[in-house]
Nanobody, 124 residues
């Protein structure tokens, strides 16, 4: 059974940092693009960032560019999201996702596996 399990969410003050992890099990994702999305209450799921299979190519939403960094450790089947300079508007449930493809884009339907999500709350 394939699983993506996010961890590292929590409550942080504005300006603070959090590091999310997404551990995959059930199969290897070394040849798959991975991404992070988020969803705030009453809003649609929003693309944050994606990384290609090797980690050599990344893409970010304008809203997080310069503050968030995606990385991956294929030896651990894990992808990370380092979040700095957090803002109250970053508050959401954050989801890890994996694609069948070696590179993926910003659309939800480009991803085939999803984690259960982890809550990030940024207080002002």
């Amino acid at each position: 059974q394939v699983q993506l399990v996010e961890s590292g969410g929590g409550l942080v003050q504005a300006g603070g940092s959090l590091r999310l992890s997404c551990a995959a099990s059930g199969r290897t994702f070394r040849r798959n693009a991975m991404g992070w999305f988020r969803q705030a209450p009453g809003k649609e799921r929003e693309f944050i960032t994606t990384v290609n299979w090797s980690g050599g190519s990344t893409r970010y939403a304008d809203s997080v560019k310069g503050r968030f960094t995606i990385s991956r450790d294929n030896s651990k089947n894990t992808v990370y999201l380092q979040m700095n300079s957090l803002k109250p508007e970053d508050t959401a449930v954050y989801y890890c996702a994996a694609s069948y493809s070696v590179v993926a884009g910003i659309r939800v339907d480009e991803y085939d596996y999803w984690g259960q999500g982890t809550q990030v709350t940024v207080s002002s």
